[in-house]
Structure formats: structure tokens, C-alpha cells
């Protein structure tokens, strides 16, 4: 650390006790009138300009350096005190008066000139007349909205279609004159800005009032039905808005159930990838219906177990097959089933014998021993989907793979105590038949002296001395 830097911060650790020490002595000498004199030279205003640099939104607006800053006002503290200090005892010190307080004005008039201070105004002040036209609006006062000039009713247009609205409330701007195809100055339209809300109300509307010309020529720089590839919205309200807004654009467009990347992977793909259920459904009145392997996750999402496990009992090794979302991620089937089934269907498959687990054993990614790890229990341990489940996914699993005979790695074998805070896994593993030797041999080896480890530790101990 060079000088500069390290008297820079000791200069800014000791500028508040100094201006502490220097409040505290004028206290005490407060019947001084030398003491009242310096209290209005330095103690006010540089208290004032620490505020105002400290202050959220302040200073932080100016480009200068805020640690310069600071330090500028700690030397001219020091300066004031040393000035008042030396100057004859009966004289006022009105150099240091002025001083302090010219420098208070100073820096005032540089936070309140600052061009960047200056945008952050008007933006506020245009924030505040926007929220208040907003107001006008859901209160139905069109006599004031009618003075607005054309740009800010655009503008205004352009926030109502993100707001849940009635239809009567948007109609204001279509009997004005405005358009939902309309741009801001930013380049978006009321219409755009409906379809990122998913407001199915606006969206309706706008699509009613376009042409069949206009609504052929819409055209986005991006799929509009991009969402489609996201968790749907929590709520029922507003999954019904969602899934409203894209059968709206989907009547209006049929052709954009095809993503406009041909080499994308489909709608329906991701849907059922991500385990997007609702999706999937939505989609199937748009697409053809899944097939192979996809037709069995589209039946666990739906919790159809029993066609499900009837298709699984007749080929039970497309359990062992590989899906992918076209994008690069593959999972196994039964990886796939562990993650996003429900727990009615993924029960029925762990307690089917279906599954040979040791088939899904792969080389560990930085093991130089050749060690292998069972995929099925990785994707159990970082399932957060099924997470108020219990006993956990990654507990369910681990039961069900223990008394079905999987080999287990010493590494994975203790692998899953990571984060546990209590010892419920490892009695179930031992419930479910995992012998105690080869988890002791493991303990031995491969635990270390941290806190975690020194705590497995202990639990194996404990439960194994007792079997």
C-alpha cells in the first residue's frame, strides 16, 4: 500500500473523531465567546458538508472522487483549527468564519450545478408528474388528460398497458388518437410493453383496434413468445393473464408458435425439459403431441402415474436414455424424473425395481482414483425444487437406491452429509441396509479436521457403535 493511499484513509478515519473532539471541547467552553465563534466557523459547516457527502443520492451524483472529498474537508478542518488557533485571543476569527462557511456554499453549489444532479431532478420531477397523470387516469378525470400535450399522453399510453387496467380505462388513448404501435422515445411501444407484462386485458384491446395489415406486419426484435420458455408465473391470477396473453398473440400469429431460430429448440421442448407443466399443456393446442420419451414426461408432469409406469414396465431401459433440450443440457430419464416429477409418480419409480442403479454410474469429473458417481443420486442432492418435501428427495433416493443394491463411492457416500445439520440421512442409509464398514473405512480416509467433517465424523461413530 503506498503513503498516499494509507494517509488517505487515515485522514478519513480521523476526520469524524476530529470534528467529535472539536464539538465536545466547544461544549465545555461554550461560555467562551472564542468558542462560539469557532463552533459557527468550523464546526457547522463542516458537519454540513460530511451530510451532504454521506447523504444517499447526494454527492455521489458530482464526478469528482468522494475520498477526495473528504479529505479536502478534513485539511481544511485542520487548517481552520490551526488558523483560529495562532490568531490573537480577543480578536473574532472571521477568517476561519468565512472560510468554513465559503466552502459550505462551494460545495452546495457544486452538488446543486452538477449536470448529473441536475438529470436526477428532472427525472424526479417527471417521475412525480407521471405517477400523478397515472392518478388522473384510474380516477377517470379526462378533462385534465385531454391538456396533456402528445408526448407525455404517449408516454403515459405506454405505462397504462403494464397496469391492470379495464378495458374502458385503455380505450381513453385509442378515442385520442394514439396508437399501440406508437414509440417512445426509448423505441418501445404500448403494445410491446403489454406483452412483457402479460396484461391479456391490453393486449386484447390493442389487437382489436390494428388492422389485419397492421397485426401481419408486427414485427419484434425478439420471438414474442419468448416467456413461453420461462417458469410460468406463480399465482393463479396471474398464470391465467400469462397464458391468456399468448393465446392472444397466437390467434393474432399463428406462425410464432415456431421459435424465428429454426435451429432453436420448440416451445413444447423446453416446456417439458424445464418441467414447465402448465406450459406444455398450454402448448398442446398449438403443437403436435409428444412422443417417445417426451410423451412419458409430459404424463409425470401430469401425475399420470399409471400410464406412465405401464409404458416404463414394458421398456423399463428408457429409463436409461438421454434427453436434451437442444440447447447443450441432457439429463437421463430417470435423472429428468427425479428432478421435476411429482412425488406421486417419483415414489411409484423408486419403489418399482426398475431401475438398475448401477447403470447410471459415471467417472467421477477430478477423482484420480477412478472413482464413480451415481448421476441419479447427484441430481437427488441438488433437487431445491421438491424442497418442503420429507423426507427429502435426496433421502428418498438414497433409501430406495440402498436397499436396491447400489454401490456407493466413498467420496459420494459422504458426500451427501455436506450440509446436513443432523444426523436423519445417515440413519436412514443405515436403516435401508448400508453397511457400516465400508462408511467407517470412508470416515477414516477421507474425512478431515474441519467443523462439518469432525461432525460426520461423530455421527458415524455414534451410529455405528450401535449396531
Not at 340 to 355: E, F, G, M, V, W
Not at 398 to 416: D, N, W
Request: charged fraction near 20%; proline fraction near 6%; hydrophobic fraction near 45%.
Amino acid at each position: 500500500m503506498s503513503w498516499s493511499v494509507l494517509l488517505l484513509l487515515v485522514a478519513l478515519m480521523i476526520a469524524p473523531l476530529l470534528l467529535g473532539i472539536t464539538a465536545l471541547v466547544l461544549l465545555l467552553r461554550w461560555r467562551h465567546s472564542r468558542s462560539r465563534w469557532v463552533l459557527l466557523a468550523l464546526l457547522v459547516p463542516q458537519s454540513l458538508i460530511v451530510a451532504l457527502l454521506l447523504w444517499p443520492g447526494g454527492l455521489r451524483v458530482v464526478e469528482f472522487s468522494r475520498e477526495i472529498l473528504l479529505l479536502l474537508v478534513t485539511l481544511i478542518a485542520w487548517l481552520t483549527l490551526l488558523l483560529t488557533r495562532w490568531q490573537r485571543s480577543h480578536a473574532a476569527p472571521l477568517h476561519a468564519l468565512v472560510t468554513g462557511w465559503l466552502l459550505f456554499i462551494v460545495f452546495c453549489a457544486t452538488f446543486w450545478f452538477d449536470p448529473g444532479h441536475q438529470s436526477t431532478v428532472s427525472w424526479t420531477r417527471h417521475e412525480k408528474q407521471m405517477q400523478h397523470n397515472l392518478a388522473l387516469l384510474e380516477q377517470g378525470a379526462r378533462t385534465q388528460l385531454d391538456r396533456l400535450p402528445d408526448n407525455s399522453a404517449r408516454e403515459l399510453f405506454y405505462r397504462a398497458a403494464a397496469r391492470d387496467y379495464p378495458e374502458q380505462t385503455l380505450r381513453y388513448f385509442i378515442r385520442r388518437g394514439l396508437s399501440p404501435l406508437e414509440k417512445t422515445e426509448y423505441g418501445f411501444t404500448p403494445l410491446s410493453k403489454a406483452i412483457e407484462s402479460h396484461n391479456a386485458v391490453a393486449v386484447k384491446l390493442f389487437l382489436a383496434v390494428l388492422t389485419p395489415a397492421e397485426i401481419q406486419a408486427l414485427s419484434f426484435d425478439y420471438d414474442p413468445l419468448r416467456d413461453l420458455r420461462l417458469d410460468p408465473p406463480e399465482g393463479e391470477t396471474r398464470q391465467r393473464q400469462f397464458y391468456n396473453t399468448m393465446a392472444l398473440l397466437l390467434k393474432a400469429r399463428p406462425e410464432w408458435i415456431h421459435p424465428r431460430d429454426r435451429s432453436s429448440p420448440s416451445y413444447m421442448t423446453t416446456a417439458l425439459f424445464t418441467g414447465a407443466g402448465p406450459t406444455a399443456d398450454f402448448l398442446l393446442a398449438y403443437l403436435p403431441a409428444p412422443e417417445g420419451l417426451w410423451r412419458l414426461m409430459l404424463l409425470a408432469l401430469n401425475d399420470d402415474t399409471p400410464a406412465l409406469m405401464a409404458a416404463l414396465r414394458q421398456q423399463p431401459s428408457q429409463l436409461e436414455q438421454t434427453i436434451s433440450d437442444g440447447a447443450g443440457r441432457s439429463l437421463f430419464l430417470m435423472a429428468w424424473m427425479i428432478k421435476y416429477a411429482p412425488q406421486q409418480t417419483r415414489t411409484a419409480l423408486l419403489n418399482s425395481k426398475l431401475i438398475i442403479w448401477d447403470n447410471f454410474r459415471r467417472p467421477e469429473g477430478n477423482n484420480q482414483q477412478g472413482e464413480m458417481s451415481n448421476t441419479l443420486i447427484d441430481e437427488a442432492r441438488g433437487n431445491w425444487r421438491f424442497r418442503d418435501e420429507s423426507p427429502s428427495v435426496l433421502q428418498q433416493v438414497l433409501i430406495s437406491a440402498i436397499a436396491q443394491g447400489v454401490t456407493l463411492s466413498p467420496t459420494q457416500m459422504l458426500a451427501v452429509f455436506r450440509y446436513e445439520d443432523e444426523p436423519e440421512t445417515l440413519n436412514m442409509m443405515l436403516s435401508a441396509g448400508l453397511a457400516c464398514g465400508p462408511l467407517m473405512s470412508a470416515s477414516a480416509q477421507l474425512l478431515t479436521d474441519s467443523a462439518q467433517d469432525s461432525k460426520v465424523r461423530r455421527w458415524i461413530g455414534d451410529a455405528c457403535l450401535h449396531r
